[in-house]
């Protein structure tokens, strides 16, 4: 039995070496088939979630994404909604936005890029205060909350 | 106390030590060089060979010497200041600051590192997805990346990841070492339950709050890295806490302590590593019928993880992160490294060759790259 | 909800260690089976909740005529959370914790019956750190059902430690799973701790 552990041991450790010696040779296929798995994916609170609507103005585009209100086994009663503005978008940004696309507008958005002071005008009661507002490298995007 | 005992020198003669440092040389060549050298920049290739033959020495001198501990430390607080140093560069040089922005988060570009992994378990179990703002692949330290490093590592190494791979364990390693005695010597060793309490609690907060909270609330290592840009009271309070906790467990506590208190007592994956140790085939034994129980490795231990009770039941606890420090300590030579399965006191020298070339080849791969930045950018500042 | 809930599990922990030992063996002693120890633990867990629900309405009601001063609601929350943080860290940390529960006096009472309903009640009005702060949050919440919520999440997270306790003697290192509790307990206290002071902190920057 003691000579079966001593095999065992040896064979475990010799194991260990080919694995740390196969490691960074293989580190790009082993991360590639790590990524591929179903749950390597960035939760929606921080991508922002996934476009709902897009609309291609002269020079820029603008995008509104699904609302995001994902909890850990079930949907949270607040969450955000996130808008992105990407390419050469105006100065000053002035709109009401519709963000579920129910025909009513939810609220009024009034952004100068250049301070970058944000007014948000809630013109439904899901709609809460501003999340985020902020120049990217795409453009800028805005993270409004918002509840159910 | 142990003036009176025989100072023993385990190591090797030179050519044998120079024989065994041979693969080491020739693999990590490999690797460092990615197996095709370009030697046209100049000062890449003087970073190249500082970062290549620096770690072949360290190696050689634990052969030659018998010494781990002392070879390691080097080795690894070069990697913790030089990762600090390459994140900090990196981060100064794109948006003139050590804090991220608010962009980044929105477009998930903040580096992952392994400290996260306890966190994100239960939210991907349940929610199919990561909860952390960076990249699944390519890119500066992507999820799957650092994912793989540590598995495979902590599988191999077991907590020998806190000693041997761990690029912020080097900080609290490097202030232990400040003073030749500690001020600081009565520390219940109860604290080092404290990670579990830190993994249970941040591992909740997360899967609760889908934020990864250790990251965002508790890091010490935010002060010496990236931290969120204070903009309001919260991440001022956060900054606080990142500040305050550097201080205190990664500074002040290990400089008057000697032990490595963050490690010991706050970092939540080291809790992690503490169950792989369980799994992995490398072990510290102590060889009971060498051992005079002076209890010099007790002493040394800068991870609470030997107690008198561990000394007399021949192993070095869970706790254990292999670092070499009570090897490199005892004077009867009855503590080693050796190979679950394998009996103490027997296969001695195998044990820890095998064990050396593991750790080692671990952790000079995973460190050159930041070195070998580190260095460049120093030779370019000078130069 | 979820740092209620937190606390409670956090402090669940600690309240096993101390007054589940109380409990443990009641359960234990004689010859109690499964569908008696299943009775009595679920008697026990009622009139927990049924004494939180009653705590919430009154913390409510209490925060409803204690702030409504401007003044006191800025700052008298902030201090209490520093104040009861502070009491749970130490309870956490500190070397002479007192180990007993207050649950020891039920020993007292000559009713197998209204054992489980003693220890229940005097469980849960134990007045530890962690029901005061979760009595100060009730308090300050906007509205009952807010502060019902609060206490029913500090409930559930105290009360899962409680579900396994039959099966208690079974765990091997109770002491170790104890000490990681009462260090999450003081960890608990330490977010109660930072929560504080940033409302005392907001209060006076807001001023």
């Not at chain 2, 501990?69 to 981060?91: C, E, G, H, P």
């Not at chain 2, 912020?168 to 490097?174: C, F, L, M, R, S």
């Not at chain 2, 231990?301 to 007399?312: E, G, M, Q, S, W």
């Not at chain 3, 029901?131 to 899962?160: P, R």
């Amino acid at each position: 039995m003691k000579r079966i552990g001593k095999i065992a041991g040896i064979t475990w450790a010799f194991a260990g070496l080919i694995l740390i010696i196969i490691l960074f040779p293989g580190l790009n296929g082993f991360s590639r088939a790590l990524a591929k798995m179903p749950f390597m994916k960035i939760n929606p609170n921080y991508t922002g979630g996934e476009i709902a609507f897009s609309d291609s103005l002269p020079g820029y585009k603008f995008e509104i994404r699904k609302p995001v209100f994902d909890g850990l086994w079930k949907e949270r009663t607040h969450g955000f909604v996130q808008l992105d503005w990407r390419g050469d978008f105006p100065e000053k940004i002035s709109d009401t936005i519709d963000f579920d696309r129910d025909g009513c507008n939810d609220f009024r958005v009034t952004i100068d890029t250049k301070t970058p002071e944000t007014d948000i005008e809630p013109l439904h009661n899901k709609v809460g205060s501003l999340n985020v507002s902020t120049s990217t490298s795409y453009g800028w995007t805005l993270r409004v909350n918002i509840s159910k | 106390m142990y003036k009176d005992q025989t100072i023993s020198t385990p190591g090797k003669p030179l050519g044998k030590a120079l024989l065994y440092t041979l693969p080491m040389f020739l693999i990590t060549f490999m690797f460092l060089t990615g197996g095709r050298p370009d030697f046209t920049d100049t000062t890449q290739t003087v970073a190249l060979l500082t970062t290549f033959m620096g770690m072949n020495l360290l190696y050689f001198l634990m052969h030659f010497t018998g010494k781990t501990d002392r070879y390691r430390a080097v080795i690894f607080i070069i990697f913790a200041l030089s990762l600090s140093f390459t994140l900090i560069k990196n981060m100064v040089e794109i948006r003139n600051s050590m804090s991220f922005s608010q962009a980044d988060i929105v477009e998930c570009k903040i580096p992952f590192c392994h400290l996260v992994i306890p966190m994100m378990i239960i939210p991907a179990a349940f929610t199919k997805s990561i909860i952390f703002p960076g990249t699944i692949i390519g890119g500066f330290a992507d999820i799957s990346s650092m994912v793989v490093l540590w598995l495979i590592a902590t599988l191999v190494l077991g907590r020998g990841f806190c000693s041997w791979g761990c690029f912020y364990g080097g900080w609290d390693d490097g202030f232990s070492r400040f003073r030749k005695r500690p001020a600081l010597r009565k520390i219940s060793d109860s604290w080092k339950w404290m990670p579990f309490a830190v993994l249970l609690m941040v591992a909740l907060t997360a899967a609760l709050t889908l934020i990864p909270t250790y990251c965002d609330w508790m890091c010490p290592f935010k002060a010496v890295t990236e931290f969120e840009q204070v903009t309001n009271l919260e991440s001022g309070v956060k900054a606080g806490v990142f500040i305050s906790l550097f201080g205190g467990l990664v500074v002040a506590l290990p400089v008057m302590s000697r032990k490595r208190t963050q490690c010991s007592f706050l970092c939540p994956l080291g809790a992690v590593n503490t169950v792989s140790n369980k799994v992995t085939p490398f072990t510290i034994k102590i060889d009971k019928t060498a051992c005079n129980e002076c209890y010099k490795c007790v002493e040394v231990c800068p991870l609470f993880a030997l107690t008198p009770d561990d000394v007399k039941r021949g192993k070095a606890s869970v706790f254990c992160s292999k670092c070499g420090k009570c090897v490199d300590a005892c004077t009867k030579k009855a503590i080693h490294f050796g190979i679950k399965g394998v009996p103490a006191g027997t296969m001695k020298g195998f044990s820890r060759n095998l064990f050396l070339f593991v750790s080692f080849l671990f952790i000079a791969v995973f460190s050159s790259g930041s070195i070998m930045f580190t260095v460049r950018s120093l030779l370019n500042l000078i130069f | 909800m979820a740092d209620s809930f937190i606390l409670g599990l956090s402090s669940g922990t600690a309240c096993l260690v101390t007054c589940g030992m109380i409990m443990f063996p009641y359960l234990m002693a004689g010859t109690a089976g499964t569908r008696r120890i299943a009775i009595d633990l679920s008697a026990f867990l009622l009139t927990r909740l049924l004494v939180y629900l009653m705590l919430a309405t009154v913390a409510w009601y209490f925060g409803q005529a204690i702030f409504s001063s401007a003044i006191v609601h800025t700052y008298l929350p902030g201090i209490l959370f520093v104040v009861f943080a502070a009491l749970l860290i130490w309870y956490g940390i500190g070397k002479n914790r007192k180990k007993a529960c207050p649950a020891k006096i039920v020993r007292t009472v000559d009713n197998n019956r209204l054992v489980p309903v003693f220890l229940g009640i005097v469980n849960s009005i134990g007045f530890c750190p962690a029901l005061l702060i979760i009595i100060t949050k009730g308090a300050t919440e906007g509205t009952l059902v807010q502060s019902y919520l609060a206490f029913l999440a500090f409930f559930a997270g105290s009360s899962l430690w409680f579900l396994p306790l039959p099966f208690a003697g079974k765990i091997r290192k109770r002491e170790v799973i104890g000490t990681i509790g009462i260090f999450a307990t003081a960890i608990a206290g330490t977010i109660f701790m930072i929560k504080g002071i940033t409302l005392i902190v907001g209060g006076i920057i807001n001023v």
